[in-house]
C-alpha cells in the first residue's frame, strides 16, 4: 500500500526562526512530490519536484526531493506569523491514480 | 485559465436527513475529479475520484456516494447523514493546465471547501 509520513505533526517556532518540515514515503512507480499549504480552506500548490537533488525556492520556501532516500523536506527561513499553517505532502503514482497525502505538519509561528 | 467551484460554503443538517454537495470545474475538459474529507484540521482523506462521466472510484466504505453526471460536475450525496459525517470536504480537479510547460496532470487544485456540521 503506497504510504506519505510527515513529521512532526505539529510545531510550534516563534517569529524569525527557521523550520523543516519532513515528508517520506513509500509507493510503487514514484512519479513526483507535491507541498501544499493550507490555511483556513483550501489547500494551495506550493511546489512539485520530480527530480532528485534540484531545490525548488520561492521566497522564504525551499524544497528539495531525495528519490535514492526516499524523502523530501520543506524549509521555511525568517518564519512570520503568515506561515502558521498545515503543510500538507502528497506523492504522485504512475497510472491515472490520485494523490496520496500525508497527515500533514501544522506549524504555529508566533510572534 | 481553470476555476472550480464548490457550494454551499457552510452546511448545518440534522441527523438522518440528505446531503448534496456540487461542484463544478470551469476552463479545462476531462478533468479528474476528486473528494476529499478532512477532520480536525488534519491530513485529507479521499473520499472518491473519477476520471470521466459516469465513472467514480469509491476509496472509503461509508454512507455516502458520488455522481458524475456531466464532464465537469461531480456531486457528493448521502440519504442520511450520520454525525460521523461533519468535516470539511473539499473537491479537487487534475487535468490539463498549460503554464508555459508540458501539459500533465500531475498538479491537483482544490475548490473552496463545504464545512459540513451534522448535528
Known amino acids: 500500500e503506497d504510504k506519505v509520513v510527515q513529521s512532526p505533526l505539529s510545531l510550534v517556532v516563534h517569529e524569525g526562526d527557521t523550520v523543516t518540515l519532513n515528508c517520506s514515503y513509500e509507493?510503487?512507480?514514484?512519479?513526483?512530490l507535491l507541498w501544499y499549504k493550507q490555511e483556513k480552506k483550501a489547500p494551495t500548490f506550493l511546489f512539485m519536484l520530480?527530480?532528485?537533488?534540484i531545490e525548488k525556492k520561492s521566497g522564504r520556501l525551499s524544497s528539495i526531493l531525495d528519490k535514492k532516500e526516499l524523502f523530501s523536506i520543506l524549509n521555511i527561513t525568517a518564519t512570520q506569523t503568515g506561515d502558521s499553517a498545515i503543510y500538507l505532502c502528497?506523492?504522485?503514482?504512475?497510472?491515472?491514480?490520485?494523490?496520496?497525502f500525508g497527515k500533514g505538519t501544522r506549524l504555529s509561528v508566533i510572534a | 485559465s481553470q476555476t472550480i467551484h464548490q457550494w454551499p460554503a457552510t452546511l448545518v443538517q440534522p441527523v438522518g436527513s440528505p446531503l448534496s454537495l456540487e461542484c463544478t470545474v470551469e476552463?479545462?475538459?476531462?478533468?479528474?475529479l476528486y473528494w476529499y474529507r478532512q477532520a480536525a484540521g488534519r491530513g485529507l482523506q479521499l473520499l472518491f475520484y473519477?476520471?470521466?462521466?459516469?465513472?467514480i472510484s469509491s476509496e472509503v466504505p461509508q454512507n455516502l456516494s458520488a455522481s458524475r453526471p456531466q464532464d465537469r460536475q461531480f456531486i457528493l450525496s448521502s440519504k442520511k447523514l450520520l454525525l460521523s459525517d461533519s468535516g470539511f470536504y473539499l473537491c479537487?480537479?487534475?487535468?490539463?493546465?498549460?503554464?508555459?510547460?508540458?501539459?500533465?496532470?500531475?498538479?491537483?487544485?482544490f475548490g473552496p471547501g463545504t464545512r459540513l456540521t451534522v448535528l
Open positions: 509507493v510503487t512507480n514514484f512519479r513526483s
Open positions: 479537487a480537479w487534475s487535468g490539463l493546465v498549460d503554464r508555459g510547460r508540458p501539459m500533465s496532470y500531475n498538479e491537483q487544485f
Open positions: 473519477s476520471v470521466g462521466i459516469g465513472q
Open positions: 476552463g479545462t475538459s476531462n478533468p479528474n
Open positions: 502528497a506523492v504522485r503514482v504512475s497510472g491515472n491514480t490520485p494523490l496520496v
Open positions: 520530480t527530480s532528485s537533488g
